[in-house]
């Protein structure tokens, strides 16, 4: 099982990036997919999560009206739209799905 984030980097308040995560080793189209993050000396966060279907989402207040969580089933992939970023947005960012953690993908969002 492989869950490889990309996507990440460093980005000037207000600015965007869109994550990405492909899966593969289990059957993805069957799965709820999560986005988490983490910073460190700090609990790791839910952000967003999709069920299988891609119909029902979710998202952490914090982030409601900037992040947009999407998947395609045919690609194996979820991925996350973040977009007026903030600098309290800075963290290492997962992907979950399946029981499985991808490896993370930072985040840094300062001028």
């Known amino acids: 099982v492989q869950l490889v984030e990309s996507g990440g980097g460093l980005v000037q308040p207000g600015g965007s990036l869109r994550l990405s995560c492909v899966v593969s080793?289990?059957?993805?189209?069957?799965?709820?997919m999560f986005w988490y993050r983490q910073d460190p000396g700090k609990d790791r966060e839910l952000v967003a999560n999709i069920d299988s279907t891609g119909r029902y989402l979710h998202y952490a207040d914090s982030v409601k009206g900037r992040f947009t969580i999407s998947r395609d089933n045919g690609k194996n992939t979820v991925e996350l739209q973040m977009n007026n970023l903030k600098p309290e947005d800075t963290a290492v960012y997962y992907c979950?799905?399946?029981?499985?953690w991808g490896q993370g993908t930072q985040v840094t969002v300062s001028s």
């Open positions: 979950k799905g399946g029981g499985h």
């Open positions: 080793g289990f059957t993805f189209r069957q799965y709820e």
